[in-house]
């Protein structure tokens, strides 16, 4: 009994504890895209856009999205882009200054940021819209232009898009509609098949220019055939012309060759193209028509008995700009060196070698020479018979030095004592 009710109170407070702690939950990240509304650029469809993406899902991870709306009479600062991860300018209709210019290069270059800029064809006042978009592009170092032109195609053109047939147009020649074949990239936080998830149906550019790009020398290049580094092609015109309505004339596309009879008006175009910047990680996207503010911009769900995904593919392009601005780079490889060092060393021995040499000389004396040297000892020892002496002597002669003098002598005089010795015992 006074165990349970030593325990009770114990029960209680874990109880109460666990009823306090909260569950713990993933935060989801927040990104901030800033729109831009300064530079007479319209709003429509930008509250559908807003209302609608809220939150989204990139690689299992889940990110809010914190909208940032710079109206008329604010500028584009440095202070302004601080908290900015992604900036969106739809068909802007008056130019920006050079100090908004510089604080979105500098942005840029601050790195994992992603730039939208969006133009419009060269009807009525289109030349204008795509020269400021095109002066922005060109200050802030990027390859990527809008041709000064308009893309069209004609009513009954078709083309095939994942197994289904599809009009080109949307019931008149103006209104093309693009299709999402993006370029494929080996970069992993760059997986464009983001851009396509979900699409089955074209997306509307109403009244659109294409996109080109220009060179260090300042050439312009068609980017369905000539492509550079960096260079990401999104969505497609098919089976579709060049119309040119005012001047200057086109970069690229001559409509001598690109235009409606002419031998190239049944042609691809880019309609939306991105530039990648690797050594920032920051991402320019460019299109010849925008997602918000345009006459019908490409959120449109249906236009003119046309079925289109514009929704999805606006989405799908927040998502991958998502996924750009919140890549972390792996750290870089922990390099180790091995140092191997050669040490050579010398050593010296000294080696004394005595050469000996031994040189036999065999004498042979006739019996006249022997008589003459017997007849030398007989005149100091007993006489010696001739007969027990060889007829062959031999002498060893190591060299013709002093010691070898006296060594011969030494060896002569111990044969004269052999022979007195041996004569005596006869």
């Avoid at 013709?400 to 111990?414: C, E, F, P």
Wanted: hydrophobic fraction near 40%.
């Amino acid at each position: 009994m006074k165990k349970a009710l030593f325990l009770a109170p114990l029960i209680l407070l874990t109880l109460l504890v666990a009823i306090k702690l909260p569950v713990a939950t993933s935060k989801p990240e927040t990104v901030t895209i800033a729109v831009d509304l300064a530079h007479g650029e319209s709003d429509k469809y930008l509250n559908f856009i807003q209302g609608n993406i809220t939150q989204v899902t990139v690689n299992n991870r889940v990110y809010s999205i914190k909208w940032i709306n710079i109206t008329t009479g604010m500028t584009i600062t440095q202070e302004l882009l601080s908290e900015v991860d992604i900036l969106l300018i739809g068909q802007p209709t008056t130019g920006l200054s050079p100090d908004e210019m510089e604080a979105i290069l500098d942005w840029l270059k601050g790195g994992n940021k992603v730039l939208y800029v969006a133009g419009d064809s060269d009807y009525g006042p289109g030349p204008d819209r795509i020269d400021i978009v095109n002066k922005l592009l060109e200050y802030i170092g990027a390859r990527l232009r809008l041709e000064q032109a308009s893309v069209y195609s004609e009513v009954g053109r078709t083309y095939k898009y994942k197994g289904t047939v599809y009009p080109t147009v949307a019931a008149a020649y103006y209104r093309v509609l693009v299709f999402v074949e993006p370029d494929s990239t080996t970069l992993p936080h760059l997986d464009t098949s983001i851009l396509a998830e979900g699409i089955t149906k074209p997306i509307l550019m109403h009244g659109p220019t294409c996109v080109v790009w220009v060179d260090d020398e300042g050439h312009y290049h068609d980017p369905v055939t000539e492509v550079f580094p960096g260079l990401i092609r999104i969505a497609w015109f098919r089976n579709s012309y060049i119309g040119d309505n005012n001047p200057p004339p086109a970069y690229v596309y001559d409509p001598m060759f690109y235009g409606l009879g002419a031998p190239r008006d049944n042609s691809s175009f880019v309609g939306y193209a991105a530039e990648y910047w690797l050594d920032v990680n920051s991402l320019i996207t460019v299109a010849g028509e925008s997602l918000y503010g345009d006459y019908e911009p490409a959120w449109a769900s249906s236009y003119y008995g046309v079925s289109l995904d514009g929704p999805a593919f606006v989405e799908n392009l927040i998502r991958w700009w998502i996924r750009v601005v919140t890549y972390t780079p792996p750290p870089p490889p922990t390099l180790t060196v091995t140092e191997t060092a050669t040490v050579m060393q010398t050593i010296t021995h000294t080696v004394t070698r005595t050469l000996t040499q031994t040189v036999t000389e065999t004498m042979t004396l006739t019996t006249t020479q022997m008589q003459t040297m017997l007849q030398t000892i007989r005149e100091t020892t007993t006489k010696v018979s001739l007969e027990t002496l060889s007829t062959t002597i031999t002498v060893t002669a190591p060299d013709y030095t002093v010691a070898g003098v006296v060594g011969g002598v030494a060896l002569i005089i111990i044969v004269i004592l052999v022979i007195m010795l041996f004569t005596r015992k006869k």
